[in-house]
Structure formats: structure tokens, C-alpha cells
């Protein structure tokens, strides 16, 4: 028996099935339907709602088809800076949404979208047909009011539409801040609707910043009351009563290097000569999992946190201070509980074997890295011989390292100095001394020689570990990343497999180059992001078999689960413990992953929203900088001193009429044949900022 249709809904459907692929009017589907003239204004909003949905497609001139299943995906929005968006779906691939082909959709919402036929630039691209499931996460926007009553328009990332604001609010003003909640889309011809959650601060007063970049990412400076209750019972322990058990090495000429403005130090080095005159270097680093325990509050808290976050001066730590600056901090002359890794290795450079041992410390020094880099240069100061055999050794391991295919990205930081308004009165690059580059190597050796240890084991035991990893990246970002580099002029051909040597090769030939910075940004950017996983994969970048984090437990959540895994190892190891750890691990090293991604996106809009501050007091100078990025309304320059980025617009180029080639990154004056490179070194003025739309105009300078 067939079964008829029960409404009109599934008239229309089982209609356009029978057509698939043919775009009717809506005049003709209602005929062959026999819609009555009477139904027929419902039946159009019946057409809209339909499409509305995702059911059938909504083409020109009110013409319909059905949906062609096979052009349709489900992925998760993600908007970008400039209002467009990119879908992510399982399996990874990620297609470009353009801003008037996304609404009614919100930041990380679940969607069905439909691949476009016609693709315009190099990733797939897709418009959004139906929401599947809200993100609900909190939207944070400017107030403002107009003649109808107060809207709201949001921070990226966020759709670039104004929200209506619903309710009655009493001392709100023009220009808060504020966190949105209740938030309604319904159609993307529509407002969006919100309700207002907290004021957060104005964001013209740069003392507000760091407040609502908190709030915006949900960072919290205090600690829940459990986590303090515990606190009060942790206290250092008597060094004498847990000797036994502990390396003392109390007596040993052990330091920390540090920049000067470090809050805590949870890494210690020392270096002494075998009998075999080979180097015994140690690291020594803070024994947080002593003070942590599985299951308490204190550890249920930083695994939440995962990571510590830092927006300049102020740190949301992932441990009270407590911890973190008094039991855990290396302080010279303080006794303090370690976990330490002796490597032995050759005069040339060959790890030749390593120890791993709880211990006790008691720092001599507290150098930062100028200091003791000062001190090497000098050849004269406090612990100058250890000093400068380090140095040495850093280079032979260096050297070592780079030549098996290890990559040294060396792209500068900003760094600022503020006036007393929290505006920055001057930014410079940061600068890479060789101490630093010292402390990074010892770093990276500890890790490694950690992660091999555990590696090595595991073939026979199979024991879940927490592992640092980097896949190699994407065919089609290795092939755009050589074009870009061949337009820049640098004479360099594909390979056929790409391996970190062949990035070497690359950053060897910047030495002197006026866009050195600019290349290795976009080989970085080129790069598939590092994660934590319970899976023992190598690291492309380092060139490493295996690694892990070890070094770093006051602030890293990962490292603290590597210190609890090798005391666990140390000893007898039990069933039960072995599969609670391959059940929770996978888990945790996702999530960890993904806050890092997270903190790591705050840490970078404070930085954004500093330099903007920065910029916007220098409007009429003229500055020096390189071209970043081209696009059919103008280039992107980042000004080579402060390494701030504005956009010169097309319309501005009034001397010629420009034209775009994506193929060559370019703009290109039809009259006067004058063209603008990616990578083009030119002159320009801050023309206009907008602190709120984190925007800075610039205007060519001949």
C-alpha cells in the first residue's frame, strides 16, 4: 500500500524528488499542485520555510530544487577576524564560507552547508543552509544607541551583523562592553536578538583591557574555596625525612636563567666534566606533582586551567601562588623538591646516556638571560666557566640538531613598555641572546631524552604516556607555501617529499633579507599545529622520533601528568593504574590541546589590542614596513619597528587604477604599471586607528 502524503510540506518534496536537479518557480509548483489562490501566500512562506531549513534550495527569481544530498556537509563554523568563516568537518577538510553566505550562524556552531559549484580561491568553498546546533558560547559586543533603542555589535570573532537589544537596563552607556546571553537568529535577512548578561568596562580605557580580555576568555584569577582549604595543609617537607628516597644535591652549583620579569622558576641547570671528560648536564625541574595529588581540588582546578595565560604583566596562573611562587618556585637559597635528568653527552655532542631521579635543589643564582649573557661576553662574573661551557655545549647540540633536519623559526616578539594609562609608550622586537638559545636546547634535549625513555619501554610494556607531537603539514600548504617564496624571487623548486631540512634550506637563504621576519611568519604559518597525545608520533618540526613537555609543570598541565607517569614507571607498575591511564589519557591530552589553542588566541588579541593602542597616538607619521598580504581592496603592512599591522586600502591608490592577480599576490596599476607585492618593502602613514574595531589604516607614501 503506498503511503499518500499527510500536508503540503511533503507534496512539495516528494515533487521536486521526482525532478531532481530542475529549478521550478514557484508558480509551477503550485499548479502541478493544485494550491488553491486562496493558500497560495501561505504556500510561498511554506517554499521560504522550507529552504529556511535546509529541505529543499532556494534558487533565483523564487525558483526551487530539492537539495542535492552529495553537495551538502556538516562541519563547525569558525569565524575569522574579517568576518568570513571557514568550516571544519570530521574528517578535517575546511572549506571558506563567505560573510554573505554564513548566517544565521554564531562562532562553533554545529551546520549543514552546501558546496559551492564554482569555486573562486584555493580552499573549497560552501554557504550555510541550516543550523544543527548552537554553540552557546557567550557573544561580547559595543553598546550602542540609536533612534529604535540599544544594539549591541560583537567582537570577533562573531558574525558582522548588529544584535537588537531585548529588555530594560538601568546605568548602561554608549560604548560598554558588555557579555550577551539569550541570543535568537532565526533567518539571515533578520537581526539577531540578545539580552544583556554584564558590563564588562569600556574598552576605551586602555585600564579595562586585560579586565575584559579575562572575561571575554573566560580566564579567572581567583580559585574556588575548596582549592584554598587544601592550600593551607601543603607545606614544605622535611628535607631530612624524605632524603632517602631523593638525589641531594643541595651542594651542587645549580641555577635558574630567566627573563627578567619571570614570576616563577620551575627550571634549573647545571654542568659538570666526567672522568671521561665527557659533559653531565643537568636539568632540574620544580616536583609539582609532590604538592599536586590525583583527584584533589588543587588538580581537578589546573586541569581545568591546563595552562597558565599570560597578557603582559598579568598572569591567570594554572596554580595558586602558593605553589607557583613559593613551593614550587626555584628561589636561590631555597630548599626545594625536583625531578632532575642527567644526560651524558660526548665532547661533539652525542647523548650518550641519562638518569632520571627525584632530587632535592637548593639554587645558587637567579640570572636572566641578559645578565648571563653579559657575563659570557665579558668572560668574567659569577659562575662564568659553567656559563660558558654551557654555551659551547648549546651550540654543538645546536648544530647537531639543525643538521638532522630540526627547524629554528626565529621570528621576533613584541615587547612593550607601558606608560601609567596602560597605553604603550614604546614596542620593540625581542631580542634572541644566546643564553636564551642556550636554556631552549637543554630545554628540548630534556624533553626528548624524557619521551624516548618512555618510548623505549613501551615495546616491550606498552605504557601510556603523554606525548608532545607535530604532523608534517598539508601537500597543499607546502605547494602554496613555494609559490609565495618563488614570487618573492628566492629560486627554490618544490620537493617531491617535503621534509624540515628542506624548510632549513629556506631560512638559511633569509640571512639579510629585508623580509626574513615576513618569510618565516608565513613558513610558520604553513606548519600544522603541535598537540598533546597518548600516541607516540614524532614532531616534524623538531625532527624528533619522539618528544614530550616535561619542563614545565607550574604551568602546563601535560607536564604534570609526565612527572606523575614516570614516578608511576619508576616503580612496580600495577594493572589497574595502567588502564586508567589509557582510558584517561586520550581524553586529557584533547582537552588540553584544545585550552592551549584557546589561551593562546587571548594571549594573542592582548598583544593585537596593545600594539593597536600603540599606533593609535603615531596618526600622520610615516613608518617603513613590508607588504604582508595582497587582496582585491588593498595590502596588508606590517611596520618593520613595532611590528603592527594596517591595511591600505585600494581607494586611497589614487594615482592609478589597480588591479587584482591572486596568482601573483599582487596589485597592478593599469596606467603607470606601478605594482604592490607581497613582500615589497614600502613606505607608509597611519592614516586611521579604531581601537574598537581593532583597525588600523595606513596610506601608501611614495
Known sequence: MIKKPKNTA??????????????YKQKKISRALEISNSKYPSFKKLLRSLSDEGKIEHGRKNSYRIRDKCRTVEGIISYSTRGFGFLQTEDGTEFFINAYDIAP????????AEKNKRQKGEKPEAKVIKILKRANEPVFAILKKNKHGWIALPELPAPLVDFHIIGEYEKIKDGQMVELMNLEWDHPKTMPRAEIKTVLGSPDDPRDDVVILKKMFGLKDYFPRKVNEELKEIKLPAISKILKDRLDLREMDIFTIDPPNAKDFDDAVSLEKTKENNWLLGVHIADVSYYVKPGSALDKEARKRSTSVYLGESVVSMLPEKISNELCSLQPGKERLTYSIFIEISPDGRVLSYK????????????TYKEANGIIKKGEGKFFSILSDMNNLSKKLFKRRTEKGSIDFDIPEPVFNYNSDGVPSEIKASERLATNRLIEEFMLLANKCIAENIAEKRKKEKLPFVYRIHEPPPEESVTGLYQ????LGMNLTRPKHFHPKDLNIILKQLDGMPFKNFVEQISLRSMSKAVYTNKPFSHFGLAFLHYTHFTSPIRRYPDLIVHRLLKKYAGKIDSESLTYFRRSLPHMTNYCSEIERKAQEAEREFIKLKQIRYISKKIGEIHKGIITGVIDFGFFVEISDCLVEGLVHVRTLNNDYYSYNEEEHSLKGSRKGRVFRLGDIVNVKVEAVS????RVDFTWVE
Not at 581601537?691 to 581593532?694: F, G, I, S
Open 10 to 23: 511533503e507534496l512539495i518534496i516528494n515533487f521536486l524528488n521526482k525532478n531532481k536537479g530542475i529549478f
Open 105 to 112: 550562524a554564531f562562532h562553533h556552531d554545529k551546520v549543514l
Open 691 to 694: 581601537v574598537k574595531n581593532r
Open 356 to 367: 632520571i631521579n627525584t632530587s632535592v635543589i637548593k639554587s645558587k643564582k637567579r640570572f
Open 484 to 487: 609565495i617564496l618563488q614570487k
